[in-house]
Structure formats: C-alpha cells, structure tokens
C-alpha cells in the first residue's frame, strides 16, 4: 500500500523552542510505537556527541549527519537491511543541510512516502539564507514559522551575533557555532537601530576631530 509523505519546514530564530518541540514530538512518536529517526548535522559539535538537546534540559540521541552523507542512500540501506522504512524521519540543526541533503530527503518523502520533519533557522547573523534553509523553502510542502518576541515585544527575525561586549557582529563567517553568549535574537528594527547606533559611536570620533581642526582653522585665521 502507498504511503503519501510530506517534507516539512519548521523555521524560528534562536530560543524559539524548535529543539524541544522537536524532542517532544519523537517522545510522542514513542509513546505511539511510531518508527522515527532523530538526526543532526555534524557541523553542530557543541555537545561533543551524538545527541540532540534543548535549552529546557532534555535531550536524546541522534544520528549525525557529514557533509558527504547520502541521506537517500542511507534511508535505502536501511530498508534492504531490515526491510522497513522509517515513518519519521526529525532534523535537527537543518540549516546546515547541503542542497543536495535536502534534495535527497524529498526524494525519501516521494519514494518511500516516509514523513521528514526539518526544523532550523532561517537566515544569518547577517540576515541571509543558509544554503539548507533556501533549499527547503524552495520545495517542502508544508512550511510554518516557530515564532518568538523581541525584548521590545516584536517578533524575532535575526539571529544577530554578538562579541564579548554585547555589540552586534557584522562580519565574518556564515557558521560559528554558539549559544546564548554568541547571539541574540532580535526583531528588524531593533537590529537595524542597534546597528546605527554602533556605526554612530565609532563615527563620533572622527566627527570630533574634525570640528577641532576647523576650530584650530578659524583660530589661526583671525
């Protein structure tokens, strides 16, 4: 009998909880006997192992995922293996999908009619897709958004980065795996007033300097 699978999206920024909705559901999935598989990319090493864990304390294991690894391939094996498919497949971390990671779990979705369910950020510290994050965009069939607020009560939509002295991060690169002490979420108009703000302070001196040559201009003249 042919089972209709769906790939979905489950996007947020930063603290919005994906992780342990993520949890909650293969918890739920268990209590169920419903066959599902956690995974994450490799890239994620803050736990220095296999697990998938939340912010809230919990936590379970997964299976890793490399950045040459064929998630078609692998979910192929599994069934001339044991000869079954798994029923849910639950992505951690999904942003850091390969494009053709992702491609490979659509075709799982189509094949097998096995359901995947990838939860990740959106964009970067500098408010760009990630390469996982455009790609599932483009064909999931179902996306939703895990939404979370500002300090300022406004919704969450950049993941900024932050250095030792709480000022936004503007360059560098994509990826730099970190918690609460390397970003912050924040809503668009916080982040972009937070930005001018520093561009002012360092603009400041040199707006000083300048007004004190012409002061020393003007002196010399009269």
């Known amino acids: 009998m042919y089972r209709k699978g769906k790939l979905y999206f489950r996007y947020g920024t930063m603290g919005s909880a994906k992780t342990a909705l993520l949890l909650t559901t293969a918890y739920n999935f268990e209590e169920r006997k419903m066959s599902y598989m956690c995974m994450k990319p490799v890239i994620d090493t803050r736990d220095h192992e296999n697990v998938i864990a939340s ?41 850091f999908l ?11 979705v189509d094949d097998f009619g096995s359901n995947v369910i990838c939860y990740g950020l959106r964009t970067d510290f500098q408010s760009h897709l990630f390469e996982g994050s455009r790609r599932l965009f483009e064909i999931a069939d179902t996306i939703d958004e895990i ?32 918690g609460d002490d ?9 982040w972009r007033n937070k930005r001018i703000e520093q561009a002012s302070r360092v603009a400041l001196p040199l707006f000083e300097e300048s007004m004190a040559e012409d002061a020393d201009v003007h002196g010399g003249v009269q």
């Not at 069934?79 to 849910?88: C, M, T, V």
Request: net charge neutral; hydrophobic share 35%.
């Open 182 to 190: 390397r970003y912050v979420a924040v809503c668009r108009k916080c």
């Open 55 to 95: 912010r809230i304390g919990i936590r379970r294991e997964c299976q890793w995922i490399f950045h040459d690894t064929d998630l078609y391939a692998m979910a192929k094996t599994r069934y001339k293996e044991k000869s079954e498919f798994i029923q849910w497949y639950l992505i951690d971390e999904a942003q």
């Open 98 to 108: 390969t494009e053709a990671q992702v491609d490979q779990l659509a075709r799982i």
């Open 147 to 178: 939404k979370s607020t500002c300090n300022c009560g406004r919704k969450t939509i950049i993941n900024a980065r932050i250095d030792g002295n709480g000022d936004f991060v503007e360059e560098g690169e994509q990826v730099e795996i970190g």
